[in-house]
């Protein structure tokens, strides 16, 4: 509740601080805007920016549920499901969290994922690769990097963050767009052709602070695999983890659902396959190996 409260103000600061600049920046080049030109516009950001994040979050289960075909376990059907749910019980304890939802989708890769809403009311799915191709301890460590995320509340955070920066770009984008036609329909004498100039400028600022906002989404995904692994050292113990690192590090490539599955998706897993550099939502195995020698 405190991670939405702080996303609502920032978002309206964005906006407040947004509109104030539009207004300024067209009195400035001499083509004042109104109050009431100005303030449906910014509604319709805050709409865009605060309803898409929000949709996403209070979504998550259900759309990633099907997206990725996950079969809850209600009732465990044979000892390795009852193993399953009894160590995410255990790790749900440790990490004084409610009892997640546990499900098993289906994948020859090795990988699992976390999502909800919030820390009392998630999913934790593995895919059937990873129980075949994992010994115990691995599969224990692997729970553990994820009930970290569930415990960290790094779904809800990294929805927010990315809503955060969507409306800045929004917003940013807008500024620079309106002030700019405004400035050169203005020196032309042409008023009524600021349209026909912010409509490309908005969609090259869109792109450009879309991009370096990647980056900025990327790093905290990153930043949080991080923790996730070490939330797991600290429940299960640092040589488990590394042990699941290393058996991750053999799968040569994804297989066909992960490699349609959204960006949004693969982000959620303990494992990616998008190439490092400034837009790779999880850190090197080898790099998140070299963290947990340094917990031993």
Not at 70 to 83: D, F, G, L, M, T
Not at 274 to 289: K, M, Q, Y
Request: net charge positive.
């Amino acid at each position: 509740m405190i991670r939405l409260v702080v996303y609502f103000l920032t978002v309206l600061g964005i906006l407040v601080v947004g509109g104030f600049t539009i207004y300024l920046g067209c009195a400035f080049v001499g083509v004042p805007i109104s109050a009431s030109e100005l303030i449906p516009y910014m509604g319709i950001m805050a709409v865009l920016g605060i309803g898409g994040s929000l949709i996403s979050l209070f979504a998550s289960k259900y759309s990633v549920k099907r997206s990725m075909r996950v079969q809850v376990i209600s009732y465990p059907q044979n000892e390795a499901e009852k193993w399953l749910v009894e160590t995410v019980a255990q790790l749900a304890k440790k990490k004084d969290v409610d009892m997640p939802e546990v499900g098993i989708y289906p994948s020859r890769t090795m990988n699992a994922f976390a999502t909800g809403w919030n820390r009392n009311s998630a999913l934790v799915a593995v895919s059937t690769g990873l129980l075949e191709k994992m010994n115990k301890r691995q599969v224990e460590a692997v729970l553990g990097h994820e009930m970290s995320h569930v415990s960290n509340g790094d779904m809800v955070t990294m929805t927010l963050i990315q809503g955060v920066v969507n409306t800045f770009v929004m917003v940013i984008s807008s500024v620079l767009a309106t002030v700019i036609a405004a400035a050169m329909s203005n020196n032309n004498g042409r008023r009524g052709s600021s349209s026909a100039i912010s409509g490309p400028v908005y969609i090259v600022c869109q792109l450009l602070f879309g991009f370096l906002g990647a980056m900025v989404v990327s790093w905290f995904s990153r930043w949080r695999e991080y923790r996730a692994d070490a939330g797991s050292a600290e429940a299960v113990g640092a040589e488990g983890m590394i042990s699941a690192l290393s058996a991750l590090g053999g799968e040569t490539k994804p297989s066909e659902g992960e490699m349609n599955s959204s960006k949004t998706v693969q982000a959620l897993c303990i494992s990616s396959f998008n190439l490092g550099g400034l837009f790779a939502t999880h850190p090197s195995l080898e790099d998140r190996i070299a963290a947990l020698q340094k917990l031993k």
